[in-house]
């Protein structure tokens, strides 16, 4: 069974800097797209920013701000999130679709509270 493995959330003054990684049980090159969702409390996840088929895309509320990544020599996928802001708090999940498949793969998440 495929995992995915979050790490690097933690809390952190608005302004400030997170950088979030993403480690899957498999090679990194078998996903056809693999990003990050998030999902404040008490409200619905919503994507943030993904690589399909090695494009990089955003959400609008984080353009300029997040950057996303693939370490292939790590198997990982960073989020670096900069001018973190108090409506960025949530739990941030890595999500990955293999090729071959429809089926998404979810971490189980890695808090990210940005203080006022």
């Known amino acids: 069974q495929v995992h995915l493995v979050e790490s690097g959330g933690d809390l952190v003054q608005a302004g400030g800097s997170l950088r979030l990684s993403c480690a899957p049980s498999v090679n990194i090159f078998l996903f056809k797209n693999i990003g990050w969702s998030r999902q404040p409390l008490g409200k619905q996840r919503e994507w943030v920013a993904s690589?399909?088929?090695?494009?990089?895309n955003y959400t609008d509320s984080v353009k300029g701000r997040f950057t996303i990544s693939r370490d292939n020599a790590k198997n990982t996928v960073c989020l670096q999130m900069n001018s973190l802001q108090p409506e960025d708090t949530a739990l941030y999940y890595c999500?990955?679709?293999?090729?071959?498949?429809?089926?998404?793969?979810w971490g189980r998440g890695t808090q990210v509270t940005v203080s006022s």
């Open positions: 999500y990955g679709i293999r090729y071959g498949s429809d089926n998404v793969i």
């Open positions: 690589i399909k088929l090695g494009s990089t």
